[in-house]
Every structure is written in C-alpha cells, then in structure tokens.
C-alpha cells in the first residue's frame, strides 16, 4: 500500500460500524453506521459508498473487527456478523482486505497519541519500549498490549474479555453469583461494558431487594452522573472499581510499565468520575506488587477516531518509534 493508493478504513464493533476514507495519507470525515439496521458488514459498506463519489476508486480495505480475527475472517461478537476476506474481495472488487481485531488496530495508536487526547489517572512516568496496556469496555470489552521486540513493535491481541470476571468483595461475590445463575459463565464483559453496567445496575437492585425503573447504560450512566438514582450510581461506582481491578490484573500480567490506557464507548463520557472513584485505588491493589503497580500512568483516551489512527499506522507501516502523529 502507498501514499496514492485510495484505502477503506473500517471500525467495526457490536453497536456501530465507523468508515472513513484514507487517501493521500490523509484519513477522511469518518461516518456511523448503526449495525442492528444492517444484515451483514457488506450492506454497511454498501450504505457507506452509496454516498461515496469516489467508492470505485477504492481497491483495498483495512479493518478493524471487535471479534477474534483467525485466518481472515471474523464473527462480531457482539452482532453475529461474519466478516472474512474472500467474500468482501468478490463483493466490492477489493485487490486486498486486511482484518484485525479492533483493540489490535486502536493499540497502534498508542505512540501517535499527544497528551492533549489523553485524560491522566495517576501514576508515575512511563518507562520507554515497555509493554502499553490498552483496554475498553463498550459494547463488549476488548484489551491488547503494544510491545516493543528487537527494536521493532510488536502487538499482541486478545480475548482477555472472555475470561473469568473477579470478585473482590463480598458483595461482588453476591452478583456475580446472581449473574453465574443467568449466564453460566461470568466474563469480565458481563460487568465491565455497557451491556455489564446494566448486569450490574439489575444485580444490586436483586440483592437488595428493591424494585427499579428499567434502564440501558446509557441511561443508568447520566442518572450516576447527575444523581437522581442511588443504585445508578452504585453500579457505576462498582463497575469503576471492577475496571480497576481487571486493568490491575491485565497490567501484571503484561508487565505494562509503559503505560496502562482506557478507550471504548463507555469511560471517555465520564474520566472525573473515573478519577474520583475506586477504580485506581482498585488498580493499585496488587498486594505485594501495590508500588509496582502505583508507579504505572494510566490515561483515558479522548480522541474519538484513534482507531483510525492505529488502522493507517497498519497501512503505511508506522512504526511505534515515531511519535508524531500520522
């Protein structure tokens, strides 16, 4: 892929799809597409190009999926849609398609981010080439790690929001049991997402046995926000501090001393409240790797198409050693 050449950039999660056009190294105006109107990833682009004058010119795609991306192809986790690389090539007529799981492509981004996208949670300074923790909640919850080998960087995907979720009271213990007994499993995304915060906001209403009004997260965030319902705000209160925890397990167990940074749909809405609440006390709370821990800078990411930054660092070969932006 060159400067010339005219590329489809694509963030597909289990809310929204995002399309922008990358063409002379310049990334495009960037447009939702809402995925519950749409069957499949084809009809979404076609949606994106029927506005498109320039849509036959485009001859190659790069695009980030929120799902486990395995010998080119993808099921949005989320959305049930199948992504894979030869029916987009016989679709659209592209002479290459690129996939890679969404937290993959926004890692990449990482080193091209100015302070001015970034919100600070504590922390000391953060140590050059180590490990950089990312991680999201939105409609699911995703995480990545960007690593630095041979000089060269490396990044490492996966599935981390699939794994078992921790309790780490007795009252975590409490709904997480109740979610065992709906779910089975207990994911990480069970509780630390959007669809999790309403898991959460229903389990503390269960466990105490009050009656609550329905809710999404959305909703259930602005009424934490503005304090108009106590167990809204309780279940963002927990779910700050679950994310603390589960972002202290994953910086362990990357050994992220470069830095810890939260993205998704969810947490860049609200970075003061996260700030003020337990989540870095929670991060923190390593046992006898607590000052390990306390030293790491955790930042918020603000800057909404840092997808897209990651995605064209894929395309035209950025390397995490240049830190100015593409």
């Known amino acids: 892929m060159t400067n010339s050449d005219t590329i489809l950039l694509g963030d597909v999660g289990g809310t929204n799809a995002r399309?922008?056009?990358?063409?002379?190294?310049?990334?495009?105006?960037?447009?939702?597409?809402?995925?519950?109107?749409?069957?499949?990833?084809?009809?979404?682009i076609r949606r994106y190009f029927d506005g498109l004058p320039e849509s036959g010119s485009v001859k190659q795609a790069v695009l980030g999926l929120a799902g486990a991306v395995e010998n080119g192809r993808c099921e949005i986790t989320n959305c049930g849609w199948i992504v894979d690389v030869p029916?987009?090539?016989?679709?659209?007529?592209?002479?290459?398609?690129?996939?890679?799981?969404?937290?993959?492509?926004?890692?990449?981004s990482l080193p091209h981010l100015r302070a001015a996208d970034l919100f600070?949670?504590?922390?000391?300074?953060?140590?050059?080439?180590?490990?950089?923790?990312?991680v999201g909640p939105g409609t699911g919850f995703g995480a990545s790690c960007l690593l630095t080998r041979n000089g060269r960087p490396v990044v490492v995907a996966s599935e981390a929001g699939h794994s078992m979720l921790p309790g780490s009271s007795r009252r975590e213990d409490e709904i997480i049991e109740l979610l065992r007994n709906r779910f089975g499993h207990v994911s990480i995304e069970r509780a630390v997402s959007g669809p999790g915060l309403v898991n959460i906001y229903e389990a503390l209403a269960a466990v105490d046995g009050a009656a609550i009004p329905k809710r999404d997260g959305a909703s259930i965030t602005q009424a934490a926000l503005n304090g108009s319902c106590?167990?809204?705000?309780?279940?963002?209160?927990?779910?700050?501090?679950?994310?603390?925890t589960v972002s202290g397990n994953l910086a362990l167990t990357f050994c992220a001393r470069g830095g810890v940074y939260i993205a998704g749909g969810i947490v860049p809405r609200f970075p003061e409240y996260l700030a003020r609440s337990e989540f870095r006390a929670r991060f923190d709370a390593g046992g006898r790797y607590h000052a390990y821990l306390?030293?790491?800078?955790?930042?918020?990411?603000?800057?909404?198409?840092?997808?897209?930054?990651?995605?064209?660092?894929?395309?035209?070969?950025?390397?995490?050693?240049?830190?100015?932006?593409?």
């Open 120 to 134: 600070p949670i504590g922390g000391g300074a953060s140590i050059s080439r180590a490990p950089m923790l990312l």
């Open 230 to 244: 106590s167990f809204s705000r309780s279940a963002l209160d927990l779910f700050c501090a679950m994310l603390g």
């Open 19 to 44: 399309f922008a056009i990358l063409k002379g190294g310049t990334i495009g105006p960037i447009e939702y597409i809402g995925v519950a109107g749409c069957p499949d990833i084809s009809e979404a």
């Open 87 to 108: 029916t987009l090539q016989n679709t659209f007529g592209f002479h290459q398609v690129r996939l890679f799981n969404d937290f993959e492509a926004l890692a990449w």
């Open 294 to 326: 306390h030293d790491i800078p955790i930042n918020v990411i603000l800057r909404p198409d840092a997808t897209f930054l990651g995605l064209k660092a894929l395309t035209v070969g950025a390397t995490a050693g240049d830190r100015d932006a593409p």
